[in-house]
C-alpha cells in the first residue's frame, strides 16, 4: 500500500486533494480528486489511482470512498462533472462506478500497461450540474454500507497529508 500511496500527493494549491479512508488507524483505501486549473478544464474533477486494500475489498470500503469526492466536487463553485478512467478488465471497479450513477462513454484499446499486459481504459462521467443529478447523488450514495472487522471499528476520511 505504502508503495501505491506514494504515487498520489497532494499539492499546496487544492488542484490535487488525496483522501483517505480509515479503519481504526489503518488506511484501508484512497483517492485522488485533480481539479485542473486551466480554464477550459475546470468544470471538471477527476478521481485518480482509487486502491482499497484487499482487506476491505467487497466490505462497502469502496463504495463509501467515493462519497467524500462527490460531496468535495460539488462544493467546488463552477465543477460540473467527475470524471474517471477503470483498467476496462476491473469488473467490480466498473459496477461499483455504475452502481454510483457513473456513466460509460468509451474505451481507450491498450491506454495502460501493466506488468508488460496492455488494457483497455474505460471512461465514466457523473453530471453535477442538475437538482435532479444532486438528488440522484445523494439517494445513490445512501446505499454504502461498511462492513467492519468488529462492531467496534470506526471508519472516517482524512487528507493522506494529514496522515502520520
Known amino acids: 500500500m505504502d508503495e501505491v500511496a506514494a504515487r498520489i500527493t497532494s ?11 480509515f479503519e481504526l488507524d489503518e488506511l484501508a483505501g484512497f483517492v485522488a480528486v485533480i481539479h485542473p486549473q486551466r480554464e477550459k ?7 485518480a489511482g ?8 467487497r466490505r462497502g470500503f469502496g463504495c463509501a470512498l467515493l462519497k467524500a469526492p462527490m ?3 460539488y462544493s ?4 460540473r462533472q467527475i470524471k474517471l478512467g477503470v483498467n476496462a478488465t476491473n469488473t467490480g471497479a466498473r459496477a461499483l462506478y455504475q452502481s454510483i450513477g457513473f456513466a460509460s462513454y468509451g474505451v481507450e484499446p491498450d491506454a495502460l500497461q ?3 499486459m496492455l488494457y483497455g481504459e474505460e471512461h465514466y462521467m457523473f453530471r453535477l450540474n442538475t437538482a435532479t443529478d444532486k438528488l440522484q447523488a445523494s439517494q445513490n ?8 472487522s468488529s462492531h467496534r ?10 496522515w502520520p
Open 76 to 79: 467546488i463553485v463552477g465543477v
Open 11 to 21: 499539492v499546496v494549491e487544492g488542484s490535487i486533494r488525496t483522501l483517505g479512508i
Open 114 to 116: 501493466v506488468d508488460g
Open 50 to 57: 482509487m486502491y482499497v486494500a484487499l482487506a476491505f475489498r
Open 153 to 162: 471499528s470506526l471508519w472516517h476520511f482524512n487528507l493522506l497529508s494529514d
Open 71 to 73: 460531496a468535495h466536487a
Open 41 to 47: 478544464l475546470r468544470h471538471a474533477v477527476e478521481l
Open 141 to 148: 450514495q445512501d446505499i454504502c454500507q461498511i462492513q467492519v
